[in-house]
């Protein structure tokens, strides 16, 4: 089993940043991928950026390409979201998950962060 906890969330203006981590602990022998996820009221749940656990890709949502970095550490097993240029409709709760391999779902998830942003 792995744990994740998130960190780094709050209320920002439009326009600024903020940066989330991932903690993960447990079996980290087992994680294949790392994503977030957020979740605004009303709304399904949609993918923000992935990474591979053992390589360095990475994945974006069409939303957040080109505002949002996610990156890894491997030596203190965290995965963090650089999040830039926020806008009020990156309001939500985001959740980091972890997957054990390429066409499996996201097993383990943290208990999620607070994002909002005001305009």
């Known amino acids: 089993q792995v744990q994740l906890v998130e960190s780094g969330g709050g209320l920002v203006q439009a326009g600024a940043s903020l940066r989330l981590s991932c903690a993960a602990s447990g079996r980290i022998d087992s994680m294949y991928a790392v994503a977030w996820f957020r979740q605004a009221p009303g709304k399904e749940r949609e993918f923000v950026s992935g990474?591979?656990?053992?390589?360095?890709?990475?994945y974006y949502g069409d939303s957040v390409k080109g505002r949002f970095t996610i990156s890894k550490d491997n030596v203190k097993n965290t995965v963090d979201l650089q999040m830039n240029n926020l806008k009020p409709e990156d309001t939500g709760v985001y959740y980091c998950?972890?997957?054990?391999?390429?066409?499996?779902?996201?097993?383990?998830w943290g208990q999620g962060t607070q994002v909002t942003v005001s305009s």
């Open positions: 990474i591979l656990w053992s390589d360095t890709n990475t």
């Open positions: 998950a972890m997957q054990t391999a390429r066409n499996v779902n996201f097993g383990s």
